[in-house]
T-cell receptor, first 110, second 116 residues
Framework: QKEVEQDPGPLSVPEGAIVSLNCTYS??????FMWYRQYSRKGPELLMY????GNKEDGRFTAQVDKSSKYISLFIRDSQPSDSATYLC??????????FGAGTILRVKS | ETGVTQTPRHLVMGMTNKKSLKCEQH?????MYWYKQSAKKPLELMFV???????ENNSVPSRFSPECPNSSHLFLHLHTLQPEDSALYLC???????????????FGEGSRLTVL
């Protein structure tokens, strides 16, 4: 079993849709949860960071962590064609390296 | 130049060649990393340097040889590679090696390597 599972997609949605991206994980010791966005031919960039459980909102983006279910989500409201990218979840426990998911390809059609 | 820059952006090499990838960070960070990104696979951490000292080496084959001459520059020397080494090689930096606490890694655009 992979430590972090992420549906590779591609996920194709119309402009304006609400997008839900998800990751599941097996290591209950993970405390730090991140979402990175990677545009084509670019390196990943940190989008959202959450410590432990709960929600965090930043503009159109909401990150959600459910540690009891070992499940994290990224919601994108009013999706735009410029949101088309690969979204990588990443997580870690204190003192250990980041563990990444394989990424979900998102395509927002105008 | 700002952020993290990597050269070359694309590299094609034969299995007997020797080449190097270069990374430079302009952020004043103390830690630098090499990651391998293959299609549909998670990012794989290869090497971690903190203040020019290697602090992590994730069982990477010896055909990959890192070098960190100072806190701003990182190299990955390549020799006698295999076709399965074809991938995107990403350099990253962080303020310090405790990046995992905030997750804030700053990545370059990567060097796309093809081994024939």
């Amino acid at each position: 079993q992979k430590e972090v599972e992420q549906d590779p997609g591609p996920l194709s949605v119309p402009e304006g849709a609400i997008v839900s991206l998800n990751c599941t994980y097996s290591n209950s010791a993970f405390q730090y949860f991140m979402w990175y966005r990677q545009y084509s031919r670019k390196g990943p960039e940190l989008l959202m960071y959450t410590y432990s459980s709960g929600n965090k909102e930043d503009g159109r983006f909401t990150a959600q962590v459910d540690k009891s279910s070992k499940y994290i989500s990224l919601f994108i409201r009013d999706s735009q064609p410029s949101d088309s990218a690969t979204y990588l979840c990443a997580m870690s426990q204190y003192g250990n390296k980041l563990v990444f998911g394989a990424g979900t390809i998102l395509r927002v059609k105008s | 130049e700002t952020g993290v820059t990597q050269t070359p952006r694309h590299l094609v090499m034969g299995m007997t060649n020797k080449k190097s990838l270069k990374c430079e960070q302009h952020l004043g960070h103390n830690a630098m990393y090499w990651y391998k990104q293959s299609a549909k696979k998670p990012l794989e951490l290869m090497f971690v340097y903190s203040l020019e000292e290697r602090v992590e080496n994730n069982s990477v084959p010896s055909r990959f040889s890192p070098e960190c001459p100072n806190s701003s520059h990182l190299f990955l020397h390549l020799h006698t590679l295999q076709p399965e080494d074809s991938a995107l090689y990403l350099c990253a930096s962080s303020q310090d090696p405790q990046y995992q606490i905030t997750g804030e890694l700053f990545f370059g655009e990567g060097s796309r390597l093809t081994v024939l």
